[in-house]
């Protein structure tokens, strides 16, 4: 079974740039996150989906950050305009959402952002 | 709100000597606990975790946690340490209450652990 991916594992732009992350759930779970960990710090959640639908978006730190999961599979993190305190590491993971059974939650490798 | 505190940055151990990773947590209600583990260049790999029942959870390659509810710890350990296990480790909270609706980890700062040979 493929686990989570995630696209680029790298992106190295310039500060006012946009660019767009994109995460491959495994196949089947509904539930899909966005989290980030900034300059060795702790991971943080940005959102989460339940299928198409936002379930909490209350990790997203400003409007310069738009998340998409057209379809209910696949999901973009969009970052227009990049600012220099975005660069960390960027993980998605999913889940099958059983809430019962403590819902673990697989992780992609991360995509690395440097904004210089 | 949630919390998780890992208080060391980084743990030194012999091989061959048990190790323990801290970790306590600050939730309302009853957690669920995880423990996640980073090998570098690689993403979190899950590790085990605590629903309920008994206090002591084991997990993949030979690692155990201990929940002690009155102490709000959740403590990784291991009885023998490879240096393979070399790597950072992330521990991370969810309540388990239904109607909140949110399933949003809240993790640690990570600990890296350093097994020497």
């Known amino acids: 079974e493929a686990g989570v991916t995630q696209f680029p594992s790298h992106s190295v732009i310039e500060k006012g740039q946009t660019v767009t992350l994109r995460c491959d759930p495994i196949s089947g779970h509904d539930n899909l996150y966005w989290y980030r960990r900034v300059m060795g710090k702790e991971i943080k959640f940005l959102l989460h989906?339940?299928?198409?639908?936002?379930?909490?978006e209350s990790g997203m730190p400003n409007n310069r950050f738009l998340a998409e999961r057209t379809g209910g599979t696949y999901s973009t993190l969009k970052v227009q305009p990049a600012e220099l305190e975005d660069s960390g590491v960027y993980f998605c993971?999913?889940?099958?959402?059983?809430?019962?059974?403590?819902?673990?939650?697989?992780f992609g490798p991360g995509t690395r952002l440097t904004v210089l | 709100a949630q919390s998780v505190a890992q208080p060391e940055d980084q743990v030194n151990v012999a091989e061959g000597n048990p190790l323990t990773v801290k970790c306590t947590y600050s939730v309302s209600g009853n957690p669920y606990l995880f423990w996640y583990v980073q090998y570098p260049n690689r993403g979190l790999q899950f590790l085990l975790k605590y629903i309920t029942g008994d206090n002591l959870v084991k997990g993949s390659y030979g690692f155990e946690a201990e929940f002690n509810k009155s102490q709000t710890s959740f403590h990784l350990k291991k009885p023998s340490a490879l240096v393979s296990d070399s790597a950072l480790y992330f521990c991370a909270v969810r309540a388990r209450r239904r109607d909140t609706g949110r399933r949003a980890l809240t993790f640690g700062s990570g600990t890296r652990l350093q097994v020497q040979p």
């Open positions: 989906f339940v299928k198409e639908s936002k379930q909490d």
């Open positions: 993971a999913s889940s099958q959402g059983f809430l019962g059974a403590g819902d673990e939650q697989f």
